[in-house]
């Protein structure tokens, strides 16, 4: 069912050849915060991008928030890390579904509906396993598992993508209880661990037999690769695969961004990706986590993380996340 030359795609850096310190959660909040000023939920571009100089932080009127703040993409990605130090590395739903919980109790931005019904359920007493809410259609189904995830494929160790799967599992039900948003957390935490066990490279073949051959995540990846390797360009591609914030869009037109620009420069690969409209933000968090982790933070301009709120503490969570893959103790 797959067209026989891309099963044997590799995306690649091409630069690397060893490990480079480790910038997933910083190409995250970077993505986030340079998409956050143009996120809109319709298949639109922000009119405010045409004039948008590439890899500048910009206000944002919708979310009122400074420069180089990002949303709650981040910051649940972030509490997912945080739940991930405490418990050594290994995936708790009880223990990330009380992080997400205390975010929500503070000053979450730009929480999703589903995502704000699930933290009611847990404030309320609910189970993690029961707090995620259900979907009557897939393209209800949202792009929080997805944007939250990158963590998951920072500790997961080569080897145990069963173990990842099961975690992606588990952590959906907290907000989003559908297999896309599992199969959606799965890919792009699968993209990620397999850059850290190359040092640049990630497989689409591989990601793709990871994924039920009837998952719409993995049509929607299929259908990305396809225009990588017809050389579709942005706009035709964004038809194709979409720019709403649902968990088929986002993660398909993410999996574009980063195979067609994966040569490209961090900053550059970013910016087609937030200039193709849409849900910026979540777009560019995810496309900024995946080239985050193959560039590596010395290849992350300095203005972009001088720039960054709370740059340092997200720096420090990266660091921790690999001690943890490799062993260490964070």
């Known amino acids: 069912p797959w067209p026989g030359g891309l099963r044997y795609l590799h995306i690649a850096d091409g630069m690397n050849m060893k490990r480079p310190a480790n ?35 910009v206000e944002g009127n919708y979310h009122k928030l400074p420069p180089g703040h990002y949303t709650d993409d981040t910051e649940m990605a972030a509490a997912l890390a945080e739940s991930l130090v405490d418990t050594k590395g290994w995936y708790s739903r ?42 009557d259609h897939p393209d209800k189904v949202g792009n929080g598992t997805a944007m939250r995830c990158a963590p998951l494929g920072v500790v997961n160790k080569p080897g145990r993508d069963s173990d990842l799967l099961y ?24 993209a990620i661990s397999q850059i850290l066990e190359t040092s640049g490279s990630f497989n689409y073949g591989t990601i793709l037999r990871r994924l039920p051959k009837e998952s719409l995540i993995a049509d929607a990846i299929e259908k990305a ?16 695969l979409g720019r709403r ?45 995946i080239m985050g982790t ?3 933070r010395d290849r992350i301009q300095e203005h972009l993380i001088d720039g960054l709120n709370n740059a340092q503490y997200i720096m420090d969570l990266d660091d921790k996340l690999i001690a943890l893959r490799d062993g260490a103790e964070p």
């Open 23 to 57: 910038a997933t959660l910083l190409g995250l909040a970077i993505g986030d915060a340079l998409g956050m000023p143009f996120e809109t939920n319709k298949d639109s571009i922000h009119p405010k991008l045409a004039d948008w100089t590439m890899s500048t932080y």
């Open 294 to 296: 193959m560039k590596g």
């Open 225 to 240: 690769f396809q225009c990588i390797f017809d050389r579709v360009q942005d706009e035709e591609a964004m038809n194709i």
């Open 245 to 289: 914030g649902n968990a088929i869009q986002t993660v398909g037109s993410a999996f574009y961004f980063c195979g067609m620009y994966c040569a490209s420069d961090f900053d550059f690969a970013l910016d087609r990706a937030i200039r193709a409209g849409g849900d910026t933000d979540t777009r560019g968090a995810i496309v900024g986590a």
């Open 167 to 190: 975690s992606c599992r588990d952590d959906a039900r907290i907000t989003h209880d559908h297999p896309v948003a599992v199969d959606a957390s799965y890919a792009v935490a699968l």
């Open 94 to 135: 009880v223990a990330a579904a009380e992080h997400y919980r205390q975010w929500s109790l503070g000053a979450p931005t730009g929480m999703g509906t589903s995502t704000r019904t699930a933290m009611n359920r847990l404030v309320d007493g609910i189970p993690a396993h029961l707090s995620g809410v259900m979907f």
